[in-house]
């Protein structure tokens, strides 16, 4: 599934990635955003309303859980172990290295996407907000809904 807007950047309908190449490659559309993957088409589109989308979650979260979580929440960045920021990491850095002068013990070296995975669990864990995406009963809350 693809985003689209229109020229004057309001919500269209998604389309299929085959459709959305399609149109990138005739010059109709050009890519606006990256994640979520979305297109912007070079005409205006009058009257366009979106319509209602119906999302699914995907039956692993039972197992995984589900976190949402902002954009800049810094998962990548931050120790999972003891919560030091590494603002010098980049994306080409794939292994996390804990680098915390206040506790040099610490030392963890984690994969970066697995120290990340690690952070937003913990972060879906500690929201007052926070709901698991699979209810009462699901295998890692042992049925607590907070
Ligand atoms: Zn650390």
């Not at 010098?88 to 990340?116: H, K, M, Q, Y």
């Not at 926070?130 to 009462?136: E, F, H, L, T, Y």
Request: glycine letters at 8%.
């Amino acid at each position: 599934m693809v985003f689209v807007v229109d020229a004057e950047q309001r919500p269209l309908g998604p389309c299929h990635p085959a459709r959305a190449r399609k149109l990138l490659t005739a010059g109709k559309a050009a890519v606006w955003r990256r994640y979520p993957f979305a297109i912007l088409l070079k005409r205006k589109v009058p009257d366009a309303a979106p319509a209602s989308l119906h999302l699914q979650i995907d039956p692993g979260s039972k197992v995984t859980g589900l976190a949402l979580a902002s954009r800049w929440e810094p998962s990548s960045k931050m120790c999972s172990a003891c919560g030091w920021y590494d603002a010098d990491l980049t994306l080409s850095d794939r292994v996390f290295v804990c680098r915390n002068p206040a506790r040099i013990e610490c030392g963890l070296v984690l994969d970066r996407d697995l120290n990340a995975a690690i952070n937003l669990r913990t972060l879906a864990g500690s929201s007052s907000e926070s709901r698991n995406a699979c209810g009462v009963g699901s295998a890692d809350r042992g049925g607590e809904l907070r």
